[in-house]
């Protein structure tokens, strides 16, 4: 049978119009899938960041509870943010704690972790406790050494999590702003009762001492520390001469704000007293040697506590000069 010429010709071209849209369309179809794949997403803002990111749980219930989740969005900030785990080593167990807080506690508190400007790592300075003012109208004190940065003795793990308002440096530690001074929260502290009595009985010199503007270091002994020194209860320290008291209390001090992160093994610190301390530092913590105390070391149980005019770090022995 003979092929129709015109024919033909008229399928050969259908054929090569068919191939071409089909073509065209693959291509097309190719070009929006490589688009799609290589769109960026969205920047999340600070709020976003602690919304999404799962150790955040509980920074995020006190966002949410202190009503700044939509100020958190704005603006140009950097956020210290502290992990759950460090919600709970300062007392807030679960969400439930953080919604029994006080609303008016919680803004004090998040407001102390925010800087108003966006402030890199790189962007801190190489020095010892930079003051830098927070939204809550009172400073922060930042060190940058070689090992890292830190705020207020509480370690920056993770610096740099990029918003799009901001940045956020991750800490281990709640901040927490201080409102009295050395002398005031050693008196709200019924464990220091003995280290208050013995400061009273120090009279005038000690307690101007200890409530001047500062800044100051206050190695604050246990009831328990002084109890083993000797001092069974306020009458023995009542009963012991103000000059021995002196003596041991201004060993107790540094005229400087030292923090746990700002202190180095083995290094001679000197006191108010005139002498010096030696201060340890290794991965399980940091302790205090006095001169008097041959090997037996002070620990420090709970360090880093903020007052307007120094720090305090809770000690578990009299240091003996």
Known sequence: MK?????????TRLKFVVALLVGSTLLSMTSCNND??????????????????ADF??????????????????????????????????????????????????????????????????DIPTAANTAVQTLGNSNVYITKTASGVSVNGARVTQADVSASNGV????????????QNIVQLAQGNPNLSLLVAAVTRGGAPVLNA??????????APTNAAFQAAGFA???????????TLTNILTYHVIAARAFSTNLTDGAAVTTAQGT??????????????????????????????????????????????
């Open 3 to 11: 092929r129709n010429p015109s024919i033909f010709r008229k399928f």
């Open 210 to 219: 200890l409530t001047a503007a500062g800044p100051l270091t206050v190695l």
């Open 57 to 122: 749980s509980l920074l995020e219930a006190a966002v949410v509870r202190a009503g700044l989740a939509e100020a958190l969005r704005t603006g140009s900030l950097t956020v210290f943010a502290p992990t759950d785990a460090a919600f709970q080593a300062a007392g807030f167990a679960d969400v439930a704690a953080i919604n029994a807080a006080p609303v008016a506690t919680l803004q004090a508190v998040l407001q102390y972790h925010v800087i108003g400007q966006r402030t890199a790592a790189a």
């Open 233 to 243: 209860d306020a009458a023995a320290i009542n009963a012991a001469p103000v000059a």
């Open 276 to 321: 010096t301390v030696r201060s340890n530092v290794s991965s399980s913590g940091v302790s205090f040697l006095g001169t008097g105390n041959a090997n037996q070391a002070s620990n420090v149980v709970s360090a880093d506590i903020v007052a307007t005019n120094g720090v305090v770090h809770v000690i578990d022995r009299v240091l003996l000069p």
């Open 36 to 53: 799609d794949d290589e769109e960026t997403p969205a920047p999340q803002t600070i709020t976003d960041i602690v919304v999404n990111t």
């Open 168 to 179: 956020i440096h991750v800490i281990n530690k709640v901040l927490m702003p201080p409102t």
